[in-house]
């Protein structure tokens, strides 16, 4: 159930506002039939939402299209251009750098950075949120970013992970764990995978594949003599979506067109 | 072979502290020139350091020396280069090849070996790897003072620490967390932070709490003594999420007071009838409900064991009731 301002929302006149069979309406759907009441202070805040994860997933898509390669931290590697690569592997952006532009380098000069899964999916949440902002709100309000696994993300981006939500969504970070990962390839002990809303999920590392493939690669990976499967847990990490749009005027989000779009996005 | 007391006692590993890396590999090549007879001898001593082997490596294969060491350190470089190169299929071979001696090997590695945690990146590596194989393939719970030193030194250093913490935790040992805790007592920020870090989850145990060091640790201690008998390991881990809750204390086995398997989280002993069906009662309540009973369940059933039977009974709205009135509290 969707409820604005204390009120139950019907959703067939949020539906109109999309086409059918869009990653929007199957977001709203999945709020209005849940048992769950989703409730928003404004129309803004679940438009945001919507916006948001709509953005993960084209972030998403757009990073896997990208040359970032898959390496373990000991052997990450970034454009020290725009970032510093820290002792235990991670990328701090340098304070003569626009966070915008350290995002947007990721993007662009992607063959120059080399990271693992779950710094991906830190990169792709930044990334949407620039996507959704422009650059003049997002680097008033992310002044400066460290990217090293889900270790010091801004409390401004506000993730969490969510065990036993109830309801997953298209742009949820999921975890595929592998628990009887070989001791010696701890990078494999899971995957963190965005849901990008049509049965597939972007890990970086593996690409784009459904939960099925994503387990059949980890079981890869699993000591000799592995009895336990590799298998997605329910939780899902998530930014805070309402707080970050209430940093958002909310004229702005009728204005947003996304930076980039593939084409299977309505 | 445990020669984690005789440091600098062997010759080559006293000449490497002397003369650096560089030296002995120098000094090395030069002895293998002049003498290989007496390089292999000073190889075949039983005392000698991992570190210094991992140094010489590259030497001794290149002199062709490898079968003319110890079977032990053999292994041991056949493990490193297994590592190294990723090259799972090799460590697998050694392992089932020879599966005690390979524990021992690993073991010696590490505990020969820790001290230099820091060397280079590739014997970092090789060292958090040997923990997590000693943990997950041996079930070798006696490194984990070795790893928790190792962590806690990284974390110091600003190093990359999480495999480590990740291989710490999947001994799936709820001792863990009285370890950790212990780190308290050293008064170091740096040592405070982290233990906060990796035990959040404990009520009361966070960044910023009113606690002295001490006072913490003594709360962890008394939880950890509640709550032990019903903890289990949940597998979470950082690359997860930032924050982690490795264990988890079974709500329903600690209402019912019924110690569960670390492992599984499962009751270690069958349920009775009656008990199953105040169990299937007990989880359709809510998080917060669960705590209220299990917490007072906990404590009723320590103070007054026949008031405890009477009260199990009792319809849950009257337990909640009971429990508020009383005093339940956080898990």
């Known amino acids: 159930m969707i409820r604005i301002g204390g009120s139950t929302v019907d959703a067939n006149i949020l539906l109109s506002q999309y086409p059918s069979h869009s990653v929007e309406s199957k977001i709203l759907t999945i709020l209005d039939s849940s048992d769950r009441v989703y409730a928003y202070r404004s129309l803004h805040q679940l438009q945001f939402e919507v916006k948001l994860r709509k953005s993960i997933i084209a972030a998403a898509i757009h990073l896997n299209n990208s040359n970032l390669s898959f390496r373990t931290f000991r052997k990450s590697k970034c454009n020290t251009r725009f970032w510093k690569r820290t002792e235990e592997g991670g990328f701090l952006l340098r304070s003569d750098v626009k966070p915008s532009d350290g995002i947007n380098d990721i993007y662009r000069n992607s063959s120059r950075y080399g990271t693992e899964c779950a710094t991906a999916m830190v990169i792709v949440f930044y990334k949407a949120v620039l996507d959704v902002y422009g650059e003049s709100l997002f680097d008033q309000v992310f002044n400066g970013i460290y990217l090293m696994d889900w270790q010091d993300v801004d409390p401004k981006l506000g993730v969490n992970n969510y065990r036993n939500p109830g309801d997953f969504l298209p742009g949820d970070c999921r975890y595929i764990k592998n628990p009887d990962v070989d001791p010696a390839t701890p990078e494999w002990q899971g995957e963190n995978a965005i849901d990008l809303g049509n049965g597939r999920y972007y890990g970086h590392g593996i690409g784009i594949k459904t939960e099925d493939e994503i387990i059949v690669i980890l079981n890869s990976f699993r000591r000799e003599g592995a009895q336990v499967s590799a298998y997605m847990m329910r939780s899902a990490t998530r930014p805070d979506f309402k707080a970050l749009a209430d940093r958002m005027p909310a004229a702005e989000t009728q204005n947003y067109t996304g930076a980039y779009s593939p084409p299977w996005i309505q | ?331």
């Open chain 2, 1 to 331: 072979m445990d020669n984690s007391k005789n440091k600098d006692t062997n010759y080559l590993d006293s000449y490497r502290h002397a003369q650096g890396d560089d030296g002995l590999s120098q000094h090395f090549r030069e002895l293998v020139a002049s003498d290989r007879q007496k390089a292999a001898q000073l190889l075949g001593t039983e005392d000698l350091q991992y570190s210094s082997l991992y140094i010489l490596r590259s030497e001794i294969e290149k002199s062709n020396l490898t079968e003319d060491i110890p079977q032990q350190y053999r292994d041991a470089l056949d493990i490193t280069r297994g590592i190294l190169e990723k090259d799972t299929a090799r460590l697998r071979s050694s392992s089932s090849r020879s599966g005690p001696a390979i524990h021992e090997s690993l073991k010696w590695m590490l505990e020969t070996g820790w001290r230099e945690d820091g060397l280079e990146e590739d014997y970092d590596e090789v060292l958090e790897i040997t923990a997590a194989m000693l943990v997950r393939t041996y079930s070798d719970h006696s490194v984990l003072p070795v790893m928790l030193d190792m962590m806690f030194e990284r974390h110091r250093k600003g190093t990359f620490m999480y495999d480590l913490a990740w291989a710490f935790f999947e001994s799936g040992n709820p001792q863990c967390i009285v370890m950790i805790a212990s780190r308290l007592n050293t008064g170091h920020p740096k040592d405070i932070a982290l233990v906060h870090k990796l035990l959040h989850f404990i009520p009361g145990i966070q960044s910023g709490a009113q606690e002295i060091p001490s006072q913490q640790y003594a709360h962890i201690l008394q939880w950890y003594h509640e709550n032990s008998p019903f903890l289990h390991y949940t597998g979470e881990s950082f690359q997860q999420t930032c924050k982690p809750i490795p264990f988890a204390v079974s709500t329903p086995a600690k209402y019912l007071g019924k110690r569960v398997s670390p492992a599984t989280g499962l009751p270690l002993q069958p349920l009775a009838r009656e008990e199953q069906v105040l169990w299937d009662r007990f989880v359709t309540l809510d998080p917060v409900s669960r705590n209220l009973l299990s917490s007072f369940s906990c404590k009723l059933y320590r103070r007054d064991i026949t008031q405890w039977n009477d009260w199990m009974y009792l319809p849950l709205h009257e337990q909640i009731r009971t429990a508020r009135v009383m005093g339940g509290g956080a898990v």
